[in-house]
């Protein structure tokens, strides 16, 4: 079969009179699965079951500083954790601050404390007229939904295979005060899968920002989920940024969340000292501190990072097969047309998938109804507003291999279809 | 002895180097204790240890709802812990938001909230030229630091064995809408002890206040912290303001903290069903939700409020005989002289203290000169400021028996030596 555009209108109607066949007979099998959400599968989470027994009633729960983790004090994390995060981030244990359960809440929180109380002394950001933030595209959805809430104006920017188009960036930022941040996941990027080549993140470290209290909010959520046993490196921002002159401009996110149990993992954040300081202070007021005992656990069940990398050389073996049986059935499915494109990531949790301009939201849609839940059309892009229509977040973590192979051909069929009937209808 | 006021200036003196001599014999002994927080002792939280083991490898951590708890989902609380949250507080379960670790963070979250956004559609209170909050005195330093955090302007109100001043409050809430809420520790008050009355609390729920987005801060943190196996009731706040019509008026707090591990325990709120949606709606953006596997963790330790109430009466026993001895020796120090009366609350953290006008700081300054460290004078009241100079919070539950009776004879000297040279230096 020829490429969609090229046929005639003959071929064209023939093509999708076929693709509905098919597409029909899927959705009469009545299938239930939910592909909406990047999520952990259930042999994951078997691998930290030992979690729940590294901590029990016959721990000493005494701190390597004397503290006893049972009770009130410590504001920032355990030293143990502070280590285990500064060992990842490549950063001293002053430059580390270890929270609760979420880096969602680490980076919502420190928008919030911007927007009332400013940064290092700044105006405080929801005193100013305007507040922008560039979210290089696509992105993650939870980022965007952050900014929308605090009504900050997005600015999206295209990316490319080493990362945001630096060009734009650096302009923007240099001429316009009233950007004030950016959104970046720098490895293993959500949901591209790109990692941002040296020369990007030297150009991220010496930006010139009109604004004083500019922030690069690096979300490293999947700086170790590598899905070959090869790590893709990425440069350290931190450092590039106190060469540069420029030690406050990052605040760098990491959790647990994907690596033992979301929402029962350790969550933190890295910045300069003077940043940690500042939001350290803040914390004082909001908090009696993170769940020491949790951290205790992890560290008792990790060691050290060499334990939280061998751990994701398991999480690793799980994924990759889904990941391969995502590429493999799209290239098998799309092998006849040409109206998609999809990422070969090395890591992280997602595929991103282009379907025809126009296409998408029909697309997730049609999956919809055949019982496959895709993640919103759109949701990758501020403000849900996929300007070509065209960009959908594959998950292939939870779901097993068969199923995922059967919800690639559903989203396949779906594809070609939406297209053909874009085709049709715009007269081809 | 007679009362030091009605002394002579050489009788005064007389007592005043006597009372050095007794100071420099404490000092001598090089004693180093910290009483500055109410923080629970080592055998308080023994009790607790089996809450390590009451989720371990082999739990089945599938919710009552069918729900992974090892997994992504549930904003809002399991539904056990939310059951548990809707017993104590006397709502329903959707009336509960079990959240994380701290009710300070969900009281500090709620006031950022109203600051950024406003409350159920109202001005956002940060957009407002002025905010003021009322704060019931003495109280909570915790408090009125987050209120001063984010710049809003506390008025302190007095309080009697009753509560608060409600003519007081009445009259400021309906004349003035710059007052947006007030801080209240509703039941064995922090620090003093008591208890609001029913018509206390029904006057709170029938408030006409000028501000349609006036909230009372309800934190019932020491709700079951029963000194003697016997609880003083509390009206129910939340079925007294549906009554009055005002039933978005209070939001209610709580947490376990000083009941299992603080820091790894669990922290809720009740409102109404109004109030927590639109908590919820920000939560939707702020987090992943809260550490499911430590509320089954608790869950599956207490069982039910039965549990719960249970472990209270073990706690009671652990530091009632503190309160005793601390009682017993303050009567017996101070039973010479007319410069202190304290507080004898019937459940709660703290008793306190008031020292002569003019002398707290200075006696919590001898305090740590002979090594008894005790909560900074003046916390106890907005911005730090004591008009009077006179109230000492003690905090008993962490030392030992022994060493507050030791501790408490160090208080009452230099309370009686700081009275002392306050009288002389005033010409007596």
Chains 1, 2 share one sequence.
């Not at 760098?252 to 003077?274: D, Q």
């Not at 990398?309 to 499915?333: C, G």
Request: net charge negative.
């Amino acid at each position: 079969m020829a490429s969609f555009k090229s046929m005639n209108r003959e071929e064209l109607t023939a093509v999708r009179n076929q693709l509905q066949a098919e597409y029909d007979a899927y959705k009469a099998k009545g299938l239930s699965l939910n592909m909406a959400r990047g999520i952990p599968s259930k042999a994951q989470l078997e691998l930290s079951m030992g979690l729940l027994d590294s901590v029990n009633s016959s721990t000493d729960l005494t701190g390597i500083n004397g503290a006893d983790y049972r009770n009130y004090g410590i504001l920032d994390g355990i030293p143990e954790a502070k280590q285990l995060f500064a060992d990842l981030f490549h950063v001293t244990t002053d430059e580390i601050i270890v929270g609760g359960n979420s880096s969602l809440t680490l980076m919502f929180d420190t928008i919030s404390s911007a927007m009332a109380h400013g940064l290092l002394g700044s105006t405080p950001w929801a005193s100013l007229p305007e507040v922008k933030f560039l979210c290089p595209v696509p992105g993650y959805d939870r980022h965007f939904a952050i900014t929308e809430y605090f009504g900050i104006k997005m600015i999206p920017v295209p990316m490319d295979e080493n990362g945001p188009a630096m060009d734009f960036i650096e302009s923007a930022v240099a001429s316009d005060p009233a950007i004030k941040g950016i959104w970046c996941v720098p490895k293993y990027s959500n949901p591209v899968g790109i990692t941002y080549s040296d020369e990007v993140v030297r150009r991220f470290a010496n930006l010139k920002p009109a604004a004083k209290d500019f922030r690069i909010f690096w979300d490293n959520a999947y700086c170790i989920h590598h899905l070959f046993h090869e790590d893709v490196q990425l440069l350290d921002i931190l450092d590039e940024c106190k060469k540069a002159g420029n030690p406050n401009m990052v605040y760098m996110y990491f959790s647990t969340s994907k690596i033992t149990f979301p929402g029962a993992g350790l969550a933190g954040m890295a910045s300069s000292k003077e940043n940690i300081t500042a939001i350290k202070k803040r914390m004082t007021v909001q908090s009696i501190g993170p769940d020491k005992i949790n951290q205790l656990r992890h560290m008792k069940f990790f060691k050290n990072l060499d334990g939280l990398l061998e751990q994701m050389k398991k999480h690793a073996d799980i994924i990759r097969p889904k990941f391969e049986a995502v590429d493999s059935t799209l290239t098998e499915q799309f092998a006849d047309s040409d109206v998609a494109t999809w990422s070969k990531p090395n890591g992280g949790y997602f595929v991103s998938l282009n379907v025809m301009d126009g296409c998408a939201k029909r697309t997730v849609q049609l999956c919809k109804e055949a019982g496959v839940t895709l993640t919103n059309a759109g949701a990758t892009y501020p403000y849900g507003n996929d300007p070509h229509d065209s960009n959908i977040r594959i998950a292939p973590t939870s779901p097993t291999v068969e199923e995922l192979t059967e919800a690639m051909k559903i989203l396949a069929v779906s594809a070609k279809l939406a297209a053909a009937d874009k085709l049709l209808s715009a007269g081809n």
